[in-house]
């Protein structure tokens, strides 16, 4: 979030980038399946801004790039119902925010008895120790930061910045 406001200052951002563009590349395309969930925000959110601000880092016809596409999307689709995969386990975010277990089906898990025993995973309850939006100054310069998302809504707000 701090580039994507600085970078509104600097017109060399992308030659910045681009000198780092193996380290970038390493740190971003990789599987979001083993990462915990504030970190594939992390990701998710960082890749957004590249994409965004130095178009010419990552090439979307880099076979790491579109496999980090179909694995994002693979997950947000089974969290979703309109894919299974009967590999797939773990945890993943549905559309709501909410972590959702994947069953041995592949479907997520969705019956009623399931989301009343398991309300206190399913609340966004955390949200009352998430930062508020402040406005920082800096040597003349204003700056707003946005108050922060529970991770799970951050991470599909990410998404759509990503595929925008």
């Known amino acids: 979030h701090s580039l994507r406001q600085f970078s509104g200052y600097t017109s060399s951002l992308e030659n910045l980038l681009m000198s780092h563009a193996s380290t970038i590349k390493r740190h971003l395309?990789?599987?979001?399946?083993?990462?915990?969930?504030?970190?594939?925000?992390?990701?998710?959110?960082?890749?957004?801004?590249?994409?965004?601000?130095?178009?010419?880092?990552?090439?979307?016809?880099?076979?790491?790039?579109l496999a980090f596409l179909s694995e994002l999307l693979k997950m947000l689709s089974i969290a979703d119902g309109e894919m299974k995969d009967p590999n797939f386990t773990g945890v993943v975010i549905d559309k709501n925010g909410h972590a959702v277990n994947s069953s041995s089906s592949g479907f997520p898990q969705r019956s009623p008895s399931v989301m009343l025993s398991n309300t206190s995973s399913r609340s966004h309850a955390s949200a009352i120790f998430l930062r508020g939006e402040f406005q920082l100054q800096v040597e003349g310069q204003?700056?707003?930061?946005?108050?922060?998302?529970?991770?799970?809504?951050q991470l599909r707000v990410?998404?759509?910045?990503?595929?925008?």
């Open 142 to 153: 204003h700056i707003v930061v946005p108050a922060e998302l529970p991770y799970g809504i």
């Open 29 to 65: 395309l990789r599987s979001l399946r083993i990462l915990p969930l504030p970190e594939q925000v992390s990701v998710v959110e960082a890749l957004a801004f590249v994409v965004d601000q130095a178009p010419n880092l990552i090439r979307f016809s880099d076979q790491p790039f």
């Open 158 to 164: 990410s998404t759509l910045m990503l595929f925008r």
